[in-house]
């Protein structure tokens, strides 16, 4: 179980001072700014050892993610992490999932343990190594998303998820992207950037073809639907929505954007405003950053309420 | 202190798991443990093992149990529900601590089947001078019925208590059906005025015997005996249990349920054009959870209606339980509203009740319920009629 | 007065709880109990502990009178104990030092469900298995399906994060709470989470996932429904061994297949359901196991293809397809009755629930298998092979002396080979009473100071389901007004 690297680590955090860790800065300003002063430091890197039989992965914070699918990948298998460059650790804090969730699932649900650098400097282990457990309190949800300020992600074990055999992006101008996931079984992704509608299948041959074969029936403007390489290039700031707020969303406040129907993220161009929250939940928000991190040493200036810059 | 002389065997087989909650009625709708099989259980456990004394909470909690035996069904571990509860409501009658002398004699007034008929024409008669609450919960009663001569002597017929004082013109209907399928039958009348079923859910078992016995003795000719009241049916077939006699496992043996009896011999029935009607078919739970042929029933009204249709309830109990819903009334009504409300989702043209007793606690709801044998009778009938005016 | 009670030949009654005026005048006298006979009631679950002590026991119908009652409990002092239905399997239900008990089976209605957001709203008291079967026509469903699902309520399956067979592809019940108002121990109302993509503020909707009570009492919850599957194939596969389906199991993963859900039972338990449901399971293999693939038309026919080849491969005698809906529905019931089945075996059962990697299930069975002869008890197997979720039953008579002390020491000894294999201590029924003091094997000092934190954030006095989950030794464990512990609970 003792890893030095995580040991190195955690004698680096030492237990005073502000400290913060940086990774590949794909979201630095995610949160709020750092406050100056803070030391900067790097998660350790790493896979530490992936078992493509119980399907998980135990890898260091610090490994690009990039790295991690190209390992995983391999062996025929994936994660939802996010592909959008960054570091395990990194996707993990900011808690960002992949364009495609509905068929990748959700950064949270694929987190199985975590180990991390508490406020005191001590290596803190949430969760365990097997694929289901509710043994104790969840720390690995609360860790993401959490931006860093309850503890220094070290090192985590994650699902791993087979990669389907097919996988195919449509593109339409002027449908209904609703329908389109209305009519469609289990799409990976439905994305709508205002005028296109991308949509992403996956899975055996056959169904891929029955689920195109639906999609027809969803009416265009002309042309139909059109395989493409890729989804659309996704706007830098995040947006979270309920999925049917997607069906009234207003460019001008989102610059130009595309929209993860079914989901209810939108990347825009625009960054979000910070969101209210209320007294209550706030009060208790910050019970718990108190516990964990008393001294507002850990990544100080990051506000998990301010989902983006 | 009060002993409930449960056998320890039978009590000590509940694990507690709690499948059973939401099979239970008065569970479903008071979301009470003490209001569960798995609470009362551990209630006569309390009482038998630890003396617990029998305080109104405990009492209450044994009184209020409709003895639906949904339980039975949902028990993977086989604990005689029925049994345990029907023993303790002795234990409760016997030590006078429920059923009021009025109510006593009620129930002895069902094995006299010329008080039965006069109790039902004076109901009858008030209810046209409305002087019969309509919150009494009683279907409209009929004035006169003719009497029913035998067919044949194939079968017997049970014709029962407060059925054939209520509604006769459903044994007729089950005569008809019979005889359409080349069964004569002879209706037992007087000659067995009651299955003792009210009285052993009260837990007056003595009588109980007694009407068991009378039943055992007037039905002895080895002949099948059927019946069209779930909750007859179901005492019938454990006389065995309630006797221990041969005699009376011999008879509980050829008791039938009439659509047990006819669905294998569907064939012997004429093809019809179905009565142009969704019908909802509503299980009464000593036909699902102690009889267990409920499945009789669907196969016997298909070819007759337009189409079956099933509630979406797992078989919940509506509430009538025999004399429960005059008892319990307010119980009774709180289950019937969600026996209500899943009829009304399924949206039938009229409800399917092998029970007369479910059927006049819906109809008293005001839902259209008739009993399976007068739709398939009703199909037989405008068959014959419509045939007739086209020669 | 006194002379009177005196001549009465019962005890003389203890004198009335000072609480009960109180809260009767919060919910009225109906839905206050404190009759010693209906308290003794909720001093139990499903599982085999006894020796809670339940308080007065309420029945608000709404989120303010579960507000009013908590704020009367924390007025008196008094600690508060949340309870569904009463299928929990590791004694978080159960109340210790005489809390008021607040049971949530009047709060059940479904107030809403959105399609668009792919929503439910529920109260905590909905039975799983009725929003299921509310859902049906519409094409949906809840996903997370415990065996207890015709019974256990979803404020249940929130407390205890409840999965079941299907968790498999699915996910266990905190992938399926999109939003949570939550009563507090303080009696302060919080939402957590959102319909959103990405609610604001840390993730407190998953802490509070599987707290146990610990962290206040869910009063309304928002559950994502899932769409059904176009087509669902339920395999039956016989094999001669358990360690053989327990090694097809661990391949058919291996190969990259998700099954919905992946179930083995062993010679007994099969034995036992079958004689209840007479679903045709067979009476001669040594274990079956029992595969769902569920999806669209081509994959599940792929997928259950190549589970019956890997079947085969590993020694399957016989593998049985269900070809109509009843004939999977009967397999289902009997998989799902298996616990309550017991009973025909042995009047007691202790469900143990650990999990371990896959690849390590043929070896712990076997384990499994020698410490319940070492100790002369018999044990049947039935468990969610698919995510190595084992749950082995230790059965016995709690009447019989020494019993409860053979099984107690039985079931230290499979959590800790369970914990040597790579595992964890429990997959779904929770810590509650039972492990609560194993919680040091498989976390050091600090984790569970840090897991303490998080509780005391949420509960700083430590009025909310005292004495579960964490250890003696951290707060909220030794609370002084518990009159037992723990290990007094067992039998």
Same mark, same amino acid.
């Given at each position: 179980m003792a890893d030095d690297a995580l040991e190195a680590f955690a004698t680096e955090v030492g237990a005073r001072g502000p400290v913060a860790v940086e990774g590949a800065r794909t979201r630095w300003s995610t949160g709020g700014e750092l406050e100056p002063g803070a030391r900067l430091l790097r998660a350790p890197e790493g896979i530490v050892e992936h078992r493509p039989e119980e399907m998980t992965v135990r890898v260091r914070a610090g490994t690009p993610v990039d790295e991690l699918h190209c390992e995983l990948a391999a062996f025929g298998q994936r994660t939802a992490l996010p592909r959008r460059g960054g570091t395990v650790g990194g996707a993990l804090a900011v808690g960002e999932d992949d364009v495609c969730a509905l068929g990748r699932g959700r950064v949270r649900d694929a987190l199985l343990q975590v180990r991390y650098v508490s406020a005191e400097g001590a290596v803190v282990t949430g969760g365990g190594p097997t694929v289901k457990n509710v043994t104790g309190y969840d720390l690995c949800r609360l860790f993401v998303g959490s931006l860093g300020t309850l503890g220094l992600i070290g090192e985590v074990i994650l699902r791993t998820n087979p990669v389907p055999p097919v996988s195919r992006w449509l593109r339409a101008d002027g449908t209904d992207p609703f329908a389109a996931l209305d009519v469609l079984f289990r799409p990976s992704a439905v994305l709508f950037d205002g005028r296109a509608t991308w949509v992403h299948l996956e899975g055996h041959a056959a169904d891929v073809e029955a689920e195109r074969r639906t999609l027809s029936a969803v009416p265009t403007a002309g042309g139909g639907w059109t395989e493409c390489e890729d989804g659309p290039v996704l706007p830098p700031h995040r947006w979270s929505f309920r999925p049917s707020e997607l069906r009234q969303l207003d460019g001008a406040v989102l610059g130009a954007y595309v929209a993860s129907v079914g989901v209810g993220t939108v990347f825009a161009s625009h960054s979000p405003p910070p969101r209210p929250q209320a007294p209550a939940l706030r009060a208790l928000a910050e019970r718990v950053k108190h516990a964990f991190d008393p001294g507002g040493r850990l990544n100080p200036g990051r506000h998990v309420a301010l989902l983006a810059p | 202190m009060t002993t409930l002389g449960l056998d320890a065997g039978e009590l000590s087989r509940c694990v507690q798991c709690g499948l059973c909650l939401s099979s239970c009625p008065t569970f479903r709708v008071t979301g009470d443990e003490s209001q569960s099989p798995r609470g009362r259980i551990a209630l006569m456990r309390a009482v038998e093992r630890d003396g617990a004394p029998l305080s109104t909470p405990v009492r209450r909690a044994f009184e209020t149990c409709v003895q639906c035996r949904a339980c039975e069904t949902a028990c993977p571990s086989a604990v005689p529900f029925g049994h345990l509860i029907a023993r303790t409501r002795e234990v409760l009658a016997d030590e006078g601590l429920s059923v009021s002398p009025p109510v006593r004699a009620g129930y002895a007034a069902l094995g006299h089947p010329s008080l039965v008929r006069a109790a039902g024409r004076a109901l009858a008669a008030g209810q046209r001078l409305r002087a019969v609450p309509r919150s009494v919960g009683l279907p409209r009663l009929p004035l006169r019925q003719g009497p029913l001569t035998p067919s044949g002597s194939d079968v017997h017929l049970f014709t029962g208590c407060v059925m054939d004082a209520f509604e006769r013109d459903v044994h007729r209907d089950t005569m008809r059906v019979l005889a359409a399928a080349g069964f004569g039958a002879m209706p037992t009348g007087d000659r067995v005025p009651c299955c003792g079923a009210l009285h052993a859910h009260a837990g007056l078992t003595r009588p109980a015997r007694r009407l068991a016995q009378r039943a055992v003795s007037a039905l002895g000719d080895g002949r099948p005996v059927l019946v069209d009241s779930a909750g007859c049916g179901a005492m019938m077939k454990e006389y065995g249990q309630l006797l221990g006699s041969d005699a009376a496992r011999e008879l509980a043996a050829r008791v039938f349920d009439v659509s047990e009896w006819l669905a294998p011999r569907m064939a012997q029935l004429p093809e019809v054009r179905p009565l142009d009607l969704r019908v909802a078919v509503q299980d009464p739970c000593h036909l699902r959870h102690v009889q267990r042929v409920h499945q009789a029933t669907r196969a016997v009204l298909a070819p007759f209606v337009r189409e079956l249709v099933e509630l979406?309830?797992? =078989?919940? @109990? @509506? =509430?009538?339980g025999g004399a429960y819903a005059f008892v319990e009334r307010s119980e009774a009504r709180a289950i019937r509203a969600r026996k209500l409300a899943s009829i009304a989702r399924a949206v039938p043209d009229v409800v399917a009740s092998a029970n007369p007793g479910c059927a006049m606690h819906l109809a008293s709801g005001g839902v259209r319920s008739v009993h399976p044998m007068t739709l398939v009778a009703r199909a037989l009938e405008e068959h014959a009629t419509s045939r007739s005016a086209r020669r | 007065m006194a002379s009177r009670a005196t001549r009465r030949a019962r005890p003389q009654p203890a004198a009335p709880d000072p609480i009960v005026a109180a809260l009767v005048g919060v919910l009225g006298r109906d839905r206050v109990r404190d009759d010693a006979a209906e308290r003794s009631l909720l001093a139990h679950d499903a599982s085999v502990f006894s020796g809670g002590a339940a308080g007065p026991v309420c029945f608000p119908t709404s989120t303010e009178e579960v507000q009013a009652v908590v704020r009367t409990a924390v007025a008196h002092g008094r600690a508060v104990v949340p309870r569904g239905a009463?299928? !929990?399997? +590791?004694? !978080?239900a159960i109340p210790l030092g005489r809390p008021v008990v607040v049971v949530t089976t009047k709060m059940n209605r479904i107030l809403d469900v959105d399609l668009d957001d792919r929503v439910a709203w529920v109260e905590p008291g909905v039975v799983n298995l009725d929003l299921t079967t509310y859902l049906r026509p519409l094409g949906?469903?809840? +996903?997370?399906?415990?065996?207890s699902q015709q019974a256990c309520t979803i404020g249940g399956n929130v407390a205890n994060n409840s999965g079941g067979p299907h968790c498999l592809a699915y996910g266990v019940t905190g992938q399926h709470v999109l939003a949570l108002d939550v009563v507090l121990p303080d009696g302060e109302l919080v939402r957590l989470g959102g319909l959103d993509a990405e609610p604001p503020a840390y993730d407190l909707r998953g802490a509070f996932i599987g707290g146990e009570g610990t962290l206040g009492i869910a009063t309304l919850i928002a559950v994502r429904i899932t769409k059904n599957p176009l087509r669902v194939r339920t395999l039956l596969l016989a094999f001669d061994t358990i360690e053989d389906a327990a090694t097809t199991v661990g391949s058919v993963i291996a190969a990259g297949i998700v099954p919905a859900a992946m179930e083995v039972m062993d010679r007994r338990i099969t034995a036992a359901v079958e004689s209840f449901v007479h679903a045709g399971y067979p009476l001669d293999a040594g274990a079956v196991l029992l595969v769902e693939v569920d999806g669209p038309e081509e994959g599940t026919a792929v997928d259950a293809e190549r589970v019956v080849e890997i079947g085969r491969a590993n020694g399957a005698t016989t593998v049985r397809v269900a070809a109509t809906e009843e004939e999977r529905a009967l397999l289902w019931k009997g998989r799902k009755t298996a616990f309550g089945a017991v009973a025909k075996i042995a009047p007691s059962y202790y469900l143990q629930d650990t999990v371990v990697p896959r690849s390590a299930l043929p070896g712990v069975l076997q384990s499994v298998y020698e410490i319940a002869e070492r100790h002369d008890l018999m044990v049947v197997n039935v468990f969610h092979a698919g995510d190595g979720n084992l749950h082995p039953l230790l059965l016995f008579d709690s009447r019989e002396h020494g019993a409860i002390e053979r099984v107690h020491a039985a079931g230290r000894e499979i959590v800790e080979v369970s914990l040597a294999a790579g595992g964890v201590l429990s997959g779904e029924h929770g810590i509650g009473v039972e492990k609560r003091d194993y919680m040091p094997l498989q976390f050091s000092d600090v984790d569970l100071d840090h897991q303490n934190r998080l509780r005391r954030a949420f509960d700083p006095a430590c009025? +909310?389901?005292?004495?579960?989950?964490l250890p003696s030794g951290h707060s909220c464990a030794d609370i002084q007004a518990l009159e037992r512990v723990p290990a007094g609970l067992w039998g």
């Open positions: - | 979406d309830d797992d =078989g919940l @109990c @509506c =509430g009538a | 009463g299928t !929990g399997l +590791a004694g !978080g949906y469903h809840f +996903a997370p399906d415990p065996s009025r +909310a389901n005292p004495g579960k989950v």
